[in-house]
């Protein structure tokens, strides 16, 4: 065993129980990997034509895929396997004839007749022919077609070439397009992984270490898989990261037992940024201030507080910084974060209706905090490019926690003016904050896409550089889960109204 994996020989081991690449060599079952692997097999074997594998990143689709075309090869299975998928059209065809062991022509037609006699002989001879895309989320809407077309590729009563699409989640969207009906009709089985369970992790790295020549002395404990699980969540690759730093760790430390304290420092070594500082989250860090910068502006807070303040606003019903009209019918939401002050109960009630395309918030501070000076003291009453007088008090409230109102006038007191669809009113002790908002969950699927949302959950620091991969996943939730929490939200992992104006219109770098 070289030098580098000199550690390994020390633990008694003789290969890398967690490598990095799929190690279709070291299977791992589940029941439910079992269960797709299987059905999987079935489509091919029967000649079903077109599936469909999709998962997130790490979920193990390229492991899965390999253990496919190992199990098929004794079963009479020719496959050709292609994950170069950043060559489309006639690349991508002319890769799939070369993966069969053919010659392409560079001609569409041509190729397609040459691939057609191969698989026709194949047929004859009693062999199933079998094409694996891997990352398919990444073929163009013009390679799928040509999917479209290999499909058509059939005898009377089967179907002469099987296709297996493997890829991120954003290929399930790819599909659902209207212009992409006629592949999608020819789907007839879609297979998606999930991660492991907590108890199915004990087992998995168990299993790993047994696989490797472990005599069975290294010992993951009860407490150390538990926070494997919950900062993995069952992902097979962030299991294989940390697992290997404890690696690193026990035979530094001449131990075979991971314990929680050594799982600790192998998930924040995990989380070093490229600066070599430990990213914010990571267990038992406190994290940087510039990744909790709500935290700072409570001063500056307390201005709006000196000024006095109660909501009213009106504006139309344009979204700043995009020039598109609101959704029609948009629901109105009030949320309170402090009851109201005696004195705006007693306001006169016969003030104007707040229009059904607002979300409205008001917002209490701590007596600590108003007695401190702050920047917008000595502003007028109404703030913001948005706003025009409201007279009538909105009805239904809620309480939330003193740190969203601090992120609150961070959010606001820097870009107020330059924000067209943001007004806040400074009246009666209260100081309130109203945006414009379309119905609940038209920032997810309108405005801002899923990679902008976790770029913000980056700079919250509930989320980590590296996690920023466009898939609005199960760790997206829990980051977001965390921001709300935090900031006293309800921590149901949706952005909901008021979660998605804080993330745009603060963490969010305008386009």
């Not at 199990?71 to 060559?87: P, R, Y």
């Not at 590729?153 to 212009?179: N, V």
């Not at 992409?180 to 009709?185: A, E, G, H, Y």
């Not at 201030?289 to 006095?308: D, E, Q």
Request: glycine share 8%; with cysteine; charged share 20%.
């Amino acid at each position: 065993m070289n030098t580098r994996n000199s550690h390994l020989a020390a633990l008694g081991l003789v290969r890398n129980p967690f490598p990095y690449t799929p190690d279709a060599g070291c299977y791992f079952s589940t029941p439910h990997l079992d269960e797709q692997l299987v059905e999987l097999e079935h489509c091919v074997l029967s000649r079903k034509g077109f599936s469909l594998l999709t998962a997130e990143v790490g979920m193990g689709k390229s492991t899965l895929v390999r253990r496919l075309m190992t199990d098929l090869a004794a079963k009479n299975v020719v496959s050709a396997l292609v994950f170069n998928t950043f060559l489309q059209g006639p690349e991508l065809l002319a890769a799939v004839l070369q993966d069969f062991g053919l010659e392409g022509t560079g001609a569409l037609s041509s190729d397609i007749s040459a691939l057609n006699t191969f698989l026709l002989a194949n047929h004859r001879e009693g062999k199933t022919c079998l094409l694996i895309i891997d990352d398919a989320q990444n073929l163009s809407a013009n390679s799928l077609e040509l999917i479209r077309l290999l499909c058509n590729l059939e005898t009377d009563q089967e179907k002469l070439l099987q296709i297996l699409l493997a890829g991120q989640p954003e290929l399930e969207e790819m599909l659902s397009q209207h212009s992409l009906r006629q592949l999608r009709s020819r789907l007839v089985k879609h297979s998606r992984l999930y991660g492991l369970t907590s108890t199915e992790i004990a087992d998995y790295v168990r299993f790993r270490f047994e696989s490797s020549g472990s005599d069975g002395s290294l010992v993951l404990q009860t407490d150390a898989c538990q926070l494997l699980w919950r900062e993995t969540q069952g992902v097979p690759r962030q299991i294989h990261l940390i697992m290997d730093r404890c690696l690193y760790g026990l035979a530094a430390r001449n131990g075979n037992v991971i314990d929680p304290n050594l799982m600790k420092e192998a998930i924040n070594d995990s989380r070093v940024d490229l600066a070599g500082a430990p990213t914010a989250g990571a267990v038992g860090v406190v994290p940087p201030a510039r990744t909790r910068r709500p935290w700072l502006y409570a001063a500056a807070f307390a201005g709006l507080v000196a000024t006095g303040a109660a909501l009213g606003s009106r504006f139309g019903g344009v979204d700043a910084g995009h020039g598109q009209p609101l959704a029609d019918g948009a629901a109105a939401q009030v949320v309170a974060l402090a009851p109201p002050s005696p004195a705006s109960a007693s306001a006169p009630a016969a003030q104007a209706a707040v229009p059904a395309t607002q979300t409205v918030a008001a917002l209490s501070v701590s007596p600590d905090l108003a007695s401190t000076p702050g920047a917008l003291e000595a502003a007028p009453s109404l703030f913001g490019a948005g706003c025009e007088p409201a007279t009538e008090q909105p009805a239904g409230r809620r309480v939330v926690s003193q740190p969203l109102a601090e992120l609150t006038h961070k959010l606001l007191g820097a870009r107020l003016a330059r924000l067209t669809d943001v007004c806040i009113d400074s009246r009666q002790g209260q100081v309130w904050l109203t945006w414009s908002t379309p119905q609940a969950g038209h920032v997810m699927k309108k405005r801002l896409t899923a990679a902008r949302f976790q770029i913000a959950l980056t700079e919250y620091g509930s989320l980590l550089p590296r996690e920023v991969d466009g898939i609005w996943g199960e760790r997206s939730r829990s980051a977001l889960q965390q921001f709300q929490n935090e900031l006293g939200l309800s921590p149901s992992g949706e952005v909901d109204p008021l979660s998605g104006l804080l993330l745009e219109k603060f963490y969010v770098q305008e386009q």
